[in-house]
């Protein structure tokens, strides 16, 4: 079976610092598919990246970068210059392209980021 | 605002009544879920419709839920004789055929059993 593990909890930080925040995975399957979601208090999951497990290029989209690495079973994610307005629950989250169900996402327990001002 | 929308956004309902939840999919998906999300933790997958075809469900759909989609449009979510541990905040999502796509939720339906 598979699993997501984010081992932080919670993290604080002051605006403008960088936070990376950690996801490392567990899947018997070649072909896999991470996702990075936002949970701000409203409630709603906004997707944030899809990343399949043969591209392993680090992708940046503005403050927002992330940093893939099979050799660690891990999927980083890392906000620059942080703002008040990131503070929400980030979930990682797995898709395993076997046994038919390539659209069943398995979620860590996510972490909770506080941006203070 | 063509995303994926849910009906009510909060419920407070006493044990043992019946509550039935809706979720309207971004239109041209033709793929449909159901999660639901406990305090403190990630969302847990509930249930699959591939248009009007609920194609896999999770033992955690016990059998006093029901999900619907008929006309592979919008879907319906009833629980009955709802018990204090269905608590939780219920989310519906859409997705585009094809292997790993991306979901796209709603704003979850937040349900609370007294």
């Known amino acids: 079976a598979q699993k997501v593990t984010q081992a932080q909890t919670e993290i604080s930080v002051v605006e403008k610092e960088d936070v990376t925040l950690d996801c490392v995975y567990e899947?018997?399957?070649?072909?896999?598919?991470l996702f990075w979601y936002k949970q701000p208090p409203s409630g709603e999951l906004v997707f944030l990246i899809r990343?399949?497990?043969?591209?392993?290029q680090n992708e940046i989209s503005g403050r927002y970068s992330w940093n893939f690495q099979k050799s660690t079973s891990s999927f980083n994610f890392t906000i620059t210059a942080s703002q008040v307005v990131d503070s929400a629950v980030y979930f990682c989250?797995?898709?395993?392209?076997?046994?038919?169900?390539?659209?069943?996402?398995?979620f860590g327990k996510g972490t909770l980021l506080t941006v203070n001002p | 605002d063509t995303g994926v929308s849910q009906d009510p956004r909060h419920k407070i309902t006493k044990r043992g009544q019946n509550v039935t939840f809706r979720c309207d999919p971004i239109?041209?998906?033709?793929?449909l879920y159901w999660y639901r999300q406990t305090l403190g933790q990630g969302p847990e997958f509930l249930t699959y419709?591939?248009?009007?075809?609920?194609?896999?469900k999770s033992r955690l759909l016990s059998d006093r839920f029901s999900a619907e989609r008929p006309k592979g449009s919008f879907s319906t979510l009833e629980i009955q004789r709802t018990e204090q541990g269905d608590s939780a905040m219920y989310l519906c999502?859409?997705?585009?055929?094809?292997?790993?796509?991306?979901?796209?939720f709603g704003q979850g339906t937040r349900l609370t059993v007294v």
């Open positions: 999502a859409s997705s585009q055929q094809g292997r790993g796509t991306e979901a796209f």
């Open positions: 899947t018997r399957d070649t072909t896999y598919y």
């Open positions: 990343r399949n497990s043969f591209d392993e």
């Open positions: 989250a797995l898709i395993k392209d076997s046994g038919g169900s390539n659209y069943k996402l398995t």
């Open positions: 239109s041209e998906h033709n793929r």
């Open positions: 419709f591939q248009n009007e075809a609920q194609l896999e």
